[in-house]
């Protein structure tokens, strides 16, 4: 079996994330706007670990940073540590039920999260706000509708 079957629509779907990443919002929704790429890459991470790994959160964490206009790296780093965190456990995170694989999610974007701000206050001084917590509760709160149709995609697609 062609082993690059498939990967178009996982490339797609990352593409797509990364538009909703950088789509403009009112001032009220682009606090709450989850990690979309984040949240992508964790669901191939932990439905096909083998095609879809640290290489590709790095990359699509440079495009990120890119698109975002922040320092380059910073998404990189984040991406990559938290799927190399999710590949490390992704047997046991597919035994878990889904409550716990939304903690788990939780926990992954707060790490991201985390992350990004101590690496934006080493550059500069950087306050810490309470609307800093929107994207990582809303992130969690979206993560069923994230696998849902990422599942439909991969399903319908017969991605293994």
């Not at 919002?25 to 879809?52: E, H, Q």
């Not at 640290?54 to 540590?81: E, K, M, N, P």
């Not at 190399?84 to 992704?90: N, R, V, W």
């Not at 597919?94 to 716990?100: D, G, K, L, T």
Request: hydrophobic share 55%; charged share 10%; with cysteine.
């Amino acid at each position: 079996m062609n082993n690059n079957y498939g990967f178009g629509q996982i490339i797609m779907t990352l593409i797509l994330a990364m538009c909703l990443k950088i789509v403009p919002l009112p001032d009220m929704f682009a606090l709450v706007n989850p990690d979309w790429v984040l949240l992508t890459l964790i669901y191939w991470a932990l439905a096909i670990p083998d095609r879809v790994g640290i290489f590709h959160a790095w990359t699509f964490g440079l495009l990120t940073d890119v698109l975002t206009g922040r320092l380059i790296g910073q998404y990189a780093l984040a991406y990559s540590l938290v799927i190399y965190l999710c590949l490390s456990l992704h047997r046991r995170l597919r035994q878990f039920p889904f409550v716990q694989q939304a903690l788990f999610i939780f926990f992954c974007l707060l790490l991201s999260q985390l992350l990004l701000f101590f690496i934006k206050n080493i550059h500069s001084t950087a306050e810490l706000k309470p609307t800093f917590w929107l994207p990582v509760l809303v992130g969690t709160l979206c993560w069923p509708l994230v696998y849902t149709v990422l599942r439909f995609v991969r399903l319908a697609k017969s991605i293994k």
